[in-house]
C-alpha cells in the first residue's frame, strides 16, 4: 500500500523522482563506449552494500520531474540513446516516460535488478540481478544482456543460475565489482575462458574518469 500510495504521488509515471540526468558514454556491457543520455531514478530497495550511487536510493530527496521536460533535457543534448537506470528503475511506471522518449525517437535502454514488475516500452534491457532481491520471473524473458557482479567466488554459480533462466540471445557479462576488481579479474578472466559464451565487462567509464 505504501508504495501504491507513493507512485501515485507521481501521478502515475508523469513525474519522476530523477536523481540526476547527463549526457555521457556508456562504460558497461554491450554498448560500452557509445554515447547515451543517463536518467537515474530516486529509490532503491535492494540496497547492494557495494552500490556506487547510494544517493540515489531515498526518492524523496529528489523533486518530481515531468516526463516531458526529461525528454526535452535528452533532445537538447543530442543523443539519441537514453539509459534508463537507478536506483531500481522499475519502482516506477515507466509507461509515460518511454511514450514521450519514444515519440522523440530516442532508443531506449532499461538497466534493472528486475525485482519488480516491467512497465514501459524498451529497446534494450540490462538485467544485473541481485541475490538480495532477486529478478521476478517475467525480467528473464525481457532481458538482452544479463550482467553479474561478482566479487567472490560464489558469485559464478549465482550467474550460472540466473544465465539458465534468460533466453538463448541474452548476452552473458561477468563484471568485477569495483572495490576489488583488482583481486576478482584474474578468476573472472579464466572462467570466461573456460565457459566462452561469457564475456567481460569492466567499468570502463571509471577509467576514463566520466559519470
Given amino acids: 500500500m505504501a ?5 501515485a504521488s507521481f501521478e502515475g509515471g508523469r513525474m519522476l523522482p530523477v536523481a540526476e540526468d547527463f549526457y555521457t558514454v556508456q562504460g558497461e556491457g554491450r554498448y560500452a563506449g557509445t554515447p547515451a543520455y543517463f536518467v537515474r531514478l530516486g529509490g532503491c530497495d535492494v540496497g547492494c552494500g557495494w552500490c556506487d550511487a547510494k ?7 529528489f523533486p518530481p520531474v515531468g516526463v516531458e521536460e526529461i525528454a526535452a533535457r535528452v533532445v537538447a543534448s543530442g543523443a539519441r ?14 509507461g509515460p516516460l518511454t511514450e514521450v522518449l519514444t515519440a522523440e525517437g530516442l532508443r531506449i535502454h532499461l538497466e534493472t535488478s528486475g525485482s519488480h514488475p516491467f512497465s514501459g516500452r524498451f529497446d534494450w534491457v540490462c538485467l544485473s540481478p541481485k541475490r538480495r532481491r532477486p529478478p521476478l520471473d517475467e525480467a528473464f524473458a525481457r532481458a538482452h544482456e544479463l ?26 557479462y561477468l563484471q568485477p565489482e569495483w572495490s576489488v576488481a583488482e583481486q576478482a579479474m584474474p578468476a573472472i578472466v579464466e572462467y570466461v575462458k573456460a565457459h566462452p559464451r561469457w564475456n567481460v565487462s569492466v567499468q570502463t567509464h571509471k577509467y576514463m574518469q566520466i559519470p
Fill in 3 to 7: 508504495a501504491a500510495a507513493d507512485n
Fill in 55 to 61: 544517493y540515489a536510493w531515498n526518492p524523496s530527496l
Fill in 81 to 94: 540513446t537514453v539509459v534508463v537506470t537507478g536506483g531500481e528503475p522499475l519502482l516506477r511506471p515507466l
Fill in 147 to 172: 550482467k553479474v557482479v561478482v566479487g567472490c567466488e560464489e558469485d559464478f554459480e549465482w550467474a550460472e543460475q540466473n544465465a539458465a533462466r534468460v533466453g538463448g540471445e541474452c548476452l552473458l
